[in-house]
């Protein structure tokens, strides 16, 4: 399966939710640490022996951390910004018109970005200012702002069932369920003994969720009785750096980490790891399943190669 | 875009969980979804707060129901940068600002973990480094807390770039100090000050530059300390670490240290020795030095003739 190499490191890769050969990959200079970012977005080949080809490419002045498909335009991609700010582009708009938009409000870096697949109309955004902020593409400024966490928040990802509903993972080792309705989060899990990098919803049952962390693990929670998680994937020798339920199978589940694989699981059977993926050569830090092909992986890591592989083949084959 | 594509405009294909249906059952512990938009139903609500800005202070002050299960570092980037005011004011609040140590140090999570391993390498870093730092009286970035996590002695880094910013902030006043007087005609206006704003901006990269190395390095504990224990392992086969430290910091003081002794001329014939003509001479001086007393060498002559 096909490969794209991207000139700076790679940090997250997305499918878009419209077309089945279209991923966006966001990328960072000198790993994140200093420089510039870009943002690809990535056509793929109906045949799979041909190379991955690039639609267009976006500049940025700092690096790109995250990137997420809007949900009611199919040209449209929102990236977190390194440098606080977050950026909507329209593809079918010409290079000099974009980005269309740039809200910067966050005070720190924006480590994730997450588009409402229900309501299609919003997105929210996760900072290292312990903050995450709703957005809506029609108004100029954030519509709210959700401060609780106690340290940087690294990801803040909607309940693909439920419309006015979100969850938010933070290195102060909490996870935490919001209602947009609610003045505070309407529910805390201290998951885990160290940050937690990355959580998911599961896409079968609004009340499963999944969080991995520093301690190399992945759990499984049910929000209704959340004092034990369900299962406990132990696994990566490393950092867990994200986590993504399959879109198609219910108790299927992605992730990627430091220790530089790509793993799937299934938490619901006693041994969970499905399979392991070692194709890349430095740490694996952005991973998907695309929503309309079944089985379609995507990753992308530090070693600045983009890959894109049918569940049950060698990455690395061509 | 994209005119051959399946689907365009304004809605994606309906995602495969939506076509399954409903799974979950009854008891789930959240309000029936609103109708309306997103802003519409987040204003209903009434806690819609547009474009609220949380600096970090404000972030302190908020309600924190949280149920933490450690303490939490301060961020390096706490610095106050945001409303720094010039002039003497702006020292103080940076030195109360700082408060590093609570979160490592009562967290211990990281003393613990590389406590021992690391002690010579982390005394290294920290110690000597930040011992005399004119901002923490009690040294609280010395041995305790960094030194002994080694990570740390990096991230300490940053702050020597700090102590340089705010040096220059106290020269900086100076020169503005006297010219500026509002009500001179003969004055320019106020001249922005261009050098130091932008001492400022790089002093900020700085921060964020190791802000960034420091979130790194959390996101990814255990690989560092695989690293830094390979790093001492090296060290440590070569067995000659310390030794061979406080051997060069002595030398560097002026003193000379024993190893000269070894510094002996060669025999007549090259062979320093008898009995080992081919081996190499290093091994000669060591063994000699070893089993000769210092000033025997008539012996080794002696021996010689006896071959």
């Known amino acids: 399966m096909p490969v794209f190499k991207t000139p700076f490191n790679g940090y997250s890769v997305k499918f878009s939710p419209f077309y089945e050969n279209r991923i966006a990959v966001a990328t960072a200079q000198n790993f994140g640490i200093l420089g510039n970012g870009r943002l690809h977005v990535l056509e793929l080949s109906s045949n799979p022996s041909l190379p991955i080809t690039e639609l267009i490419a976006y500049d940025t002045a700092d690096g790109v951390y995250d990137v997420t498909w809007s949900e009611s335009h199919d040209s449209v991609v929102v990236a977190a910004v390194a440098d606080g700010s977050v950026k909507l582009y329209d593809l079918a708009l010409p290079p000099t018109s974009n980005p269309i938009r740039s809200f910067h409000e966050h005070t720190r870096e924006v480590h994730s970005a997450d588009y409402n697949p229900v309501r299609r109309d919003s997105f929210l955004s996760a900072s290292w200012d312990d903050t995450v902020k709703l957005w809506t593409v029609d108004r100029p400024t954030s519509v709210r702002t959700f401060k609780e966490h106690a340290y940087c928040v690294y990801s803040a990802v909607w309940n693909p069932r439920h419309a006015d509903v979100f969850a938010s993972a933070s290195g102060d080792c909490t996870l935490r369920i919001w209602d947009v309705r609610e003045p505070g989060s309407t529910m805390i899990l201290p998951a885990h003994d160290h940050e937690i990098l990355s959580c998911d919803w599961n896409k079968y049952d609004e009340c499963i969720i999944a ?89 992308t890591g530090w070693d600045e190669l983009a890959y894109v592989w049918q569940h049950g083949t060698d990455p690395r084959a061509s | 875009m994209d005119p051959n594509s399946q689907s365009s405009g304004s809605n994606p294909p309906p995602k495969p969980w939506e076509r399954a249906g ?128 080694g990570m740390y002695g990096g991230g300490g880094m940053y702050n020597s770039g700090l102590g340089g910013q705010m040096g220059g902030y106290g020269m900086g006043v100076g020169p503005y100090g006297g010219d500026q007087d509002p009500n001179n005609p ?110 025997s060498w008539d012996n080794v002559w002696g021996n010689d003739t006896s071959e």
Not at chain 2, 205 to 224: M, Y
Not at chain 2, 253 to 263: A, D, E, I, Q
């Open chain 2, 22 to 149: 409903s799974s979950s059952g009854p008891g789930a512990p959240f309000k029936p979804p609103s109708g309306g938009s997103t802003s519409d139903v987040v204003e209903a609500s009434g806690t819609a707060k547009p474009g609220e800005i949380v600096t970090s202070t404000d972030r302190n002050a908020a309600i924190n129901r949280s149920t933490l299960a450690r303490p939490v570092p301060a961020r390096p980037w706490e610095q106050n940068y945001g409303n720094t005011s010039y002039g003497g004011g702006a020292l103080g609040g940076y030195g109360s600002s700082m408060n590093y140590n609570s979160g490592y140090g009562s967290g211990g999570m990281y003393g613990s973990s590389y406590g021992g391993g690391l002690g010579g390498v982390g005394g290294m870093y920290g110690g000597g480094m930040y011992g005399n730092s004119m901002y923490r009286g009690g040294g609280g970035y010395g041995g305790g807390l960094y030194g002994s996590s």
């Open chain 1, 211 to 299: 969080t991995a962390s520093v301690d190399k693990s992945i759990k499984v929670w049910d929000v209704r009785s959340f004092r034990v998680p369900i299962s406990v994937l132990n696994g990566h020798s490393y950092a867990v750096r994200k986590v993504k339920f399959s879109p198609h199978v219910r108790n299927l589940m992605v992730s990627c980490s430091y220790d530089m694989s790509v793993c799937v699981w299934d938490f619901m059977v006693e041994d969970a790891l499905v399979s392991r993926y070692d194709h890349h050569t430095e740490f694996a830090v952005g991973v998907d399943m695309s929503v309309l092909v079944e089985g379609l992986i995507a990753s």
């Open chain 2, 186 to 295: 003969f004055n320019e206006p106020p001249s922005p000050p261009g050098f130091w704003i932008s001492m400022l901006r790089v002093m900020q990269g700085v921060v964020n530059f190791f802000g960034r190395i420091s979130i790194l390095i959390d996101q990814n504990t255990q690989a560092f300390h695989l690293f830094m224990t390979a790093m001492l392992q090296l060290f440590d086969r070569s067995g000659m670490l310390y030794g061979e430290l406080a051997r060069f910091v002595l030398r560097l003081l002026g003193v000379k240290t024993k190893p000269k002794k070894v510094n002996h001329p060669p025999g007549p014939n090259g062979h320093p020795f008898h009995g080992q003509p081919n081996s190499s001479g290093n091994v000669n001086y060591i063994e000699g030095a070893k089993t000769a007393p210092s000033g």
